[in-house]
């Protein structure tokens, strides 16, 4: 199968199933939202090695912020609902509290499982902070969100803490919902050459970024170093994906189409496979093109995630 003049791999993405949170974040002004959104998913590339994989899912515009300021829903994605919500504690402790002029909403509810977001950060307030509904802007405005998410209940319905702090209050709702989503979706092209490389995955990384549900928590979208599961050191559990590499390419049995000189792997989190599965379809439409050879996917013969997704179905 092709897509003008590269190649779409008869293969699969194995995808596995995983928790996720969804949040969302106001601020005064555009700027301070950026410097939050900017503090909250850094170092959340990979649960290999982060607490969980974090990302913006879109912004919001006015009419579905909840107090009408710029807004802007992040998902989080970890292996249990434990860890999704003690990764959401602490980001939201150490990057939404300390930002100037920030709230916090839950974004996720009629879910079996949630996790306390304000209960746990309000000892912060030290014995001020309080508790109630407080609505200073429209009680029965909604948050429509895509997939398996549900519209947000009216405020006047939830429980925030109100917490001191140096430019008045930060708000923040009580407790937040987890829910299973499903993590790992991917795609590797393989280039010609870096720059024509380089160039295709930015136009797939954009194109997931205009996609509800999803996020791609790698740099810019990206990630130059895919990974195996194991390796020769014993106390590592992912290593380089040498198949990949092209200064391997004599050394080990290589991926690589005949011509490729490089590779990037995009990984995609959603709420649901439906939701991954578009966003690859889109990144694989936005990446083919001239200098891209093939692209393909990234998997471990079904031994790792429970979710398999076929490139070549994606366009059946």
């Not at 393989?190 to 999803?214: D, E, H, M, S, Y």
Request: charged share 20%.
């Amino acid at each position: 199968m092709h897509i003008g003049t590269t190649e779409i791999l008869d293969t699969f993405a194995e995808a596995f199933g995983a928790r996720f949170t969804r949040l969302i974040i106001t601020a005064a002004d555009n700027y301070w939202l950026d410097a939050a959104l900017h503090a909250i998913t850094g170092y959340g590339t990979s649960v290999i090695g982060c607490d969980a994989e974090v990302g913006v899912e879109r912004r919001l515009p006015p009419e579905e912020s909840p107090d009408g300021r710029p807004a802007a829903a992040v998902l989080l994605f970890a292996f249990t609902a434990e860890a999704v919500g003690k990764a959401a504690q602490h980001r939201v402790g150490q990057c939404i509290l300390t930002c100037p002029s920030t709230a916090c909403f839950n974004g996720l509810f009629d879910t079996a499982e949630s996790y306390s977001l304000g209960k746990y950060l309000r000892y912060f307030g030290d014995g001020f902070e309080t508790k109630e509904s407080r609505i200073s802007h429209s009680a029965s405005r909604g948050i429509p969100a895509p997939g398996a998410v549900a519209s947000q209940p009216p405020l006047d319905t939830r429980t925030f803490w109100y917490i001191p702090v140096m430019d008045g209050e930060f708000r923040v709702e009580a407790t937040a919902g987890v829910a299973k989503g499903v993590a790992g979706g991917n795609i590797l092209p393989q280039a010609a050459n870096q720059t024509a490389g380089l160039a295709a995955v930015r136009r797939a990384a954009a194109a997931i970024a205009q996609l509800p549900g999803v996020i791609a928590s790698f740099p810019g979208g990206v990630c130059r170093s895919g990974s195996k599961v194991g390796s020769k050191y014993k106390a590592l559990h992912a290593s380089t994906a040498d198949a990949f590499c092209p200064t391997l390419r004599t050394e080990v049995e290589s991926e690589l189409v005949p011509g490729a000189t490089s590779a990037y792997e995009i990984v995609i989190d959603g709420v649901d496979q439906a939701s991954v599965a578009k966003a690859m379809r889109a990144a694989i439409e936005a990446a083919a093109g001239d200098g891209i050879i093939a692209i393909g996917a990234g998997n471990y013969g079904g031994k790792l995630g429970k979710h398999p997704i076929r490139l070549q179905e994606l366009f059946a």
